[in-house]
């Protein structure tokens, strides 16, 4: 998260699950499936901790692009999107990409894979919403030391699947692209491939919606909401959302007042979207000390926390889903 900076501030931590609608555009079904019976709460957050914790594991070496543990972590996302039965769109599961990143010794050629899944929309299906969240971190260093990435980006990836489990238990009104995004710590390198050969137009993307970092809002007790700013039809509809335990939206670090690593407009892969003049709004918490540290692992997430976190993300999606087209 916020590729450009590699300093820790502040801390923070967030988490848990919520959502509603239906639909259908890629393949043929114009019906789509009956909603499966929910699973308990207390099944869904065990999820969900589990998604980071393997994830943040220390055999996935730290994610980074074109690494084995990228290909590793890679696997286990494709893994849980097919048991969640999120198809693929017609262009396939994975969009590989060549691309030249950076490095801290310097500039350097990044071959990476985002990955794709769709969710039929039960009432704009020609209009889609992309869910992105990147699953890369910045690998291991030269002393040897694994740098995890649970909250930045495990934390993220296991919110967007949480949020896939509940659009397949009960579909969204437009259509919806689940996208793990690679290359985000080398320049949001997916982000700007997948939105220069993106698997549907451009023009029918109706919102970029980005997690990045949700596991950790221990600071301020708050899940920002960057974007508002450059969108402000989006702010009505988020406003009306409760807190969900410790954890409550908060909305800023994006106007011309917030400067430097005070503002987040392009911080993550949404700065892709911005720049390619596709609405977006981006989720994630205040710095913390473990940020881009070794030290940011599972064990430093409070689970109640990241699971009211994520219970606002999708509680976030789901209001904008009703309220787009509106």
């Known amino acids: 998260m916020r590729h450009a900076r590699l300093l820790a501030l502040s801390t ?24 499966a019976a929910a699973p308990t709460p207390s099944v869904m957050h065990a999820q969900l901790l589990e998604d ?24 286990y996302i494709v893994g849980r999107l097919e048991a969640l039965g999120v198809v693929a769109p017609p262009m396939g599961r994975l969009q590989p ?14 071959n ?11 009432r704009v299906t020609d209009r889609y919403i992309v869910v992105t969240a990147h699953y890369d971190h910045v690998g291991v260093n030269a002393e040897g030391q694994v740098f995890n990435g649970a909250d930045d ?17 009960q579909a969204p009104e437009h259509s ?60 009505p509809i988020l406003e009306g959302i409760p807190a969900n335990g410790a954890v409550a ?27 390619a003049q596709v609405p977006f709004l981006y989720l994630g918490v205040n710095y913390h000390p473990d940020y881009h540290r070794p030290s940011d692992d599972f064990d430093r997430i409070t689970p109640s926390v990241f699971i009211s976190a994520t219970q606002l993300s999708i509680a976030s999606f789901r209001a904008l889903d009703r309220g787009l087209s509106r």
Not at 22 to 30: E, P, T, Y
Not at 112 to 122: E, K, S
Not at 155 to 169: C, E, I, N, Q
């Open 12 to 35: 923070a931590l967030g988490g848990a699950l919520l959502l509603s609608a239906c639909g259908s555009l890629f393949g043929s079904d114009a019906t789509p499936p009956a909603a």
């Open 52 to 75: 980071v914790r393997i994830l943040a594991a220390d055999d996935m070496q730290g994610r980074d692009t074109g690494a084995p543990g990228g290909e590793m972590a890679r696997n």
């Open 97 to 110: 990409w060549e691309m030249q990143g950076r490095t801290r010794a310097g500039p350097r050629t990044w």
């Open 112 to 122: 990476g894979v985002n990955i794709i899944g769709v969710i039929p929309g039960t």
């Open 153 to 169: 980006n495990a934390s993220g990836v296991a919110t967007m699947l949480a949020l896939a489990a509940d659009l397949k238990r």
């Open 176 to 235: 919806v692209l689940i996208v793990a995004l690679d290359g985000e710590e080398r320049g949001l390198l997916g982000a700007k491939h997948f939105v220069e050969a993106p698997p549907v137009p451009l023009e029918s993307i109706a919102m970029n919606l980005n997690f990045d970092m949700t596991a950790r809002a221990e600071t301020d007790g708050k899940l920002w909401v960057t974007g508002t700013y450059q969108h402000p039809n989006f702010r």
């Open 249 to 275: 939206l908060a909305f800023g670090k994006d106007t011309p007042q917030d400067t430097g690593e005070d503002n987040w407009v392009e911080a993550s892969d949404h700065g892709a979207f911005y720049r």
